[in-house]
């Protein structure tokens, strides 16, 4: 299983990005799909999630109403469109894969090698 996470970069504040994640190797359309977030000498933490069907989605308090998670089942990709991005919104990206799950506490089997996402003021 792979998962290639793309789109970082460095942008000033208000600006967007949008984040991919390429999966191989699993039956995309079984697994739930979630973005995670690393800033230096912080925890992980969940940013947004979507079911495997798309039906669901979930997003930390933090980036509702900015962020938004989709899904192409026929591409095996992930997307995570980010605006009105602030500078602690820095972090290291990451995607991940949840068999029939992508809630904020799924059990996350698979993680790709995340990308970087500057935000400068």
């Known amino acids: 299983v792979q998962l290639q996470a793309s789109g970082g970069g460095l942008v000033q504040a208000g600006d967007s990005l949008r984040l991919s994640c390429a999966a191989s190797g699993l039956t995309f359309s079984r697994y739930g799909m979630g973005w995670f977030r690393q800033a230096p000498g912080k925890e992980r933490e969940f940013v947004a999630g979507i079911i495997y069907s798309g039906r669901s989605i979930y997003y930390a308090d933090s980036v509702k109403g900015r962020f938004t998670i989709s899904r192409d089942n026929a591409e095996n990709t992930v997307y995570l469109q980010m605006n009105s991005l602030k500078p602690e919104d820095t972090a290291v990206y990451y995607c991940?894969?949840?068999?029939?799950?992508?809630?904020?506490?799924?059990?996350?089997?698979?993680w790709g090698q995340g990308t970087l996402v500057t935000v400068s003021s």
């Open positions: 991940a894969a949840d068999l029939y799950g992508g809630d904020p506490h799924g059990d996350y089997a698979y």
